[in-house]
């Protein structure tokens, strides 16, 4: 099992920069498959990026890509959300989530741990 905290999340302007953490405990982070989803209030949890075990490969979703980049440190049990370019539609609750496989997935039902959640807003 693994227990994801994430961090790093507030108040920013439109095309402000954020820099989200999810910090893993446990001992075997570098076999799980880790992504990020966000939810916005009346919305479904949707998928923002993932990223496979060792780190080389990475996956967005449309609206991330050229602004998003996910990263981890296997080594400090870590995923990372660097968020560029923010724009006031990218307002939700940004969720970690962790699935112990190697195949990456894209719909929150596939992923059995998950973090509490950081809030990020950002204004016009």
């Known amino acids: 099992q693994v227990q994801l905290a994430e961090s790093g999340g507030g108040l920013v302007q439109a095309g402000g920069s954020l820099r989200l953490s999810c910090a893993a405990s446990g001992r075997t982070f570098s076999s799980y498959t880790m992504a990020w989803f966000r939810q916005a209030p009346g919305k479904e949890r949707e998928f923002v990026a993932g990223i496979s075990l060792s780190g080389s490969s990475t996956y967005y979703a449309d609206s991330a890509k050229g602004r998003f980049t996910i990263s981890r440190d296997n080594a400090k049990n870590t995923v990372y959300l660097q968020m560029n370019s923010l724009k006031p539609e990218d307002t939700a609750v940004y969720y970690c989530?962790?699935?112990?496989?190697?195949?990456?997935?894209?719909?929150?039902?596939?992923?059995?741990?998950w973090g509490q959640g950081t809030q990020v807003t950002v204004s016009s």
């Open positions: 989530a962790g699935r112990p496989y190697s195949r990456i997935a894209y719909q929150p039902i596939e992923y059995a741990y």
